[in-house]
T-cell receptor, first 113, second 117 residues
């Protein structure tokens, strides 16, 4: 069975500091991996995705993530965060074998001035 | 612009009544749509897969008679919460797979905040 684990429920950070949001997955088949951002009372917006190819993926708003197959991880990073990055971030795995997205529990990123 | 339109964005209903939530794919036809439920400060839980022209596929533990799904056309899926109770209060989100990415990613609606009083 597939699963996604986001190791941190909350990550507080000061503005302009770097941040890493951790994500580990398990799956017995090849996977596609995603990071989504959710602002209060809104749907989800795709930040970036890994389907194949280069393991370092760049997304919108200055975010990037690295797919590490041996560690089954897909951590999200940003070198310098802004107040506007405060939101809930979800890691998700899509498996063609199951044809659906499985989400992690989410990480609340709180950026402080 | 938005690819998926979900309506209403917010609804308050009385206990025992039914509420219909619509999910429209604006940019392309969708034979499959997904319905998620999100409790406060929690992740999205897949409720069911809506299939155009056939019955929806429900996840384990989801009451199909409680959450009626109708995928009447290639651009519209509806979720009806029947005989709603306060414990049904939640944030409901639909998603549509992106056919231009071989359905490996999805677009999400803006969500519906349901409050049952």
């Amino acid at each position: 069975a597939q699963s996604v684990t986001q190791l941190d429920s909350q990550v507080p950070v000061f503005e302009e500091a770097p941040v890493e949001l951790r994500c580990n997955y398990s799956s017995s088949v090849s996977v596609y991996l995603f990071w989504y951002v959710q602002y209060p009372n809104q749907g989800l917006q795709l930040l970036l995705k890994y389907l194949s190819g280069s393991t370092l993926v760049k997304g919108i708003n200055g975010f990037e993530a690295e797919f590490n197959k041996s560690q089954t991880s897909f951590h999200l990073r940003k070198p310098s965060v802004h107040i506007s990055d405060t939101a809930e971030y979800f890691c998700a795995v899509f498996s063609g074998g199951y044809n659906k997205l499985i989400f992690g529990a989410g990480t609340r990123l709180a950026v402080h001035p | 612009g938005a690819v998926v339109s979900q309506h209403p964005s917010r609804v308050i209903c009385k206990s025992g009544t039914s509420v219909k939530i619509e999910c429209r794919s604006l940019d392309f036809q969708a034979t499959t749509m997904f319905w998620y439920r999100q409790f406060p400060k929690q992740s999205l839980m897949l409720m069911a897969t809506s299939n155009e022209g056939s019955k929806a596929t429900y996840e384990q533990g989801v009451e199909k008679d409680k959450f009626l799904i109708n995928h009447a056309s290639l651009t519209l899926s509806t979720l009806t919460v029947t005989s709603a109770h306060p414990e049904d209060s939640s944030f409901y989100i639909c998603s549509v797979p992106n056919p231009r990415q071989s359905n490996t990613e999805a677009f999400f609606g803006q969500g519906t905040r349901l409050t049952v009083v």
